[in-house]
């Protein structure tokens, strides 16, 4: 089955860029059935969407984040990327990269989506 | 402050069955579908319903979901211990273009 591993520094310092890699198994990136997602959790908070990247390499970023956010995506290496700029301590959380079913017409007619695979996730604190 | 409105907390005894309510609007829960996630603390969150009320293999029948207008709830059966636990929901936005989350149930078996 699929797996994803995130592996990035743990520690940033404010004002410096965030740098995650989500490395993918079990699939292709290239698999066209789905979107390669990044979320994060702030400790003891709800889940946020950060973006998604296609692997043509076409993205799409929270509002939120849009002007700091960088997604990529390196099919050779089965892997995508996310890079975020002018971090302070609010980007402190934990993050996930996750696999994401590209929205389909269920057999109710509905826009139907999920994450189905999730990695780990990793901590990334934001400190000086 | 999440787009999706869950209670915080919810709880029952071993056998018991819960409900957990999540509230959105149109531009979401309203016009596509919804689906929930278990997360046991320090874990991932693990897809347990999706498309409304499908399971994915492996969830047992204990979990089930439903979608009524601008609304979804999530019921488990047969409370078991194993089912403490954080449940989210989550529907597609179109405003977004992208997910929006509920802000987390933590359900606890007395």
């Known amino acids: 089955q699929v797996q994803l591993q995130e592996s990035g520094p743990g520690l940033v310092k404010p004002s410096q860029t965030l740098s995650l890699t989500c490395t993918v198994s079990?699939?292709?990136?290239?698999?066209?059935?789905?979107?390669w997602s990044w979320v994060r959790q702030p400790a003891g908070k709800g889940l946020e969407w950060i973006g998604r990247?296609?692997?043509?390499?076409?993205?799409h970023s929270n509002p939120s984040l849009k002007s700091r956010l960088t997604i990529s995506v390196d099919t050779s290496k089965n892997q995508f990327s996310l890079k975020l700029t002018s971090v302070t301590a609010a980007d402190t959380a934990v993050y996930y990269c996750?696999?994401?079913?590209?929205?389909?017409?269920?057999?109710?007619?509905?826009?139907?989506?999920?994450?189905?695979?999730w990695g780990q996730g990793t901590l990334v604190t934001v400190s000086s | 402050q999440s787009v999706l409105t869950q209670p915080p907390s919810a709880s029952g005894t071993p056998g018991q069955r819960v409900t957990i309510s999540c509230s959105g609007s149109?531009?979401?829960?309203?016009?596509?579908?919804v689906n929930w996630y278990q997360q046991v603390p320090e874990t991932a969150p693990k897809l347990l319903i999706y498309?409304?009320?499908q399971r994915p293999s492996g969830v047992p029948d204990r979990f089930s979901g439903s979608r009524s207008g601008t609304s979804a709830s999530l019921a488990i059966s047969g409370l078991q211990s194993e089912d403490e636990a954080d449940y989210y929901c989550a529907a597609w936005d179109d405003s977004l273009n992208g997910p929006v989350f509920g802000g987390g149930t933590k359900l606890t078996v007395l």
């Open positions: 498309s409304n009320d």
């Open positions: 996750a696999r994401q079913r590209a929205p389909y017409y269920d057999s109710s007619g509905f826009w139907a989506w999920y994450f189905d695979s």
């Open positions: 079990g699939d292709s990136i290239s698999n066209s059935r789905y979107y």
């Open positions: 990247i296609f692997s043509t390499g076409r993205t």
């Open positions: 149109g531009s979401n829960i309203g016009s596509n579908t």
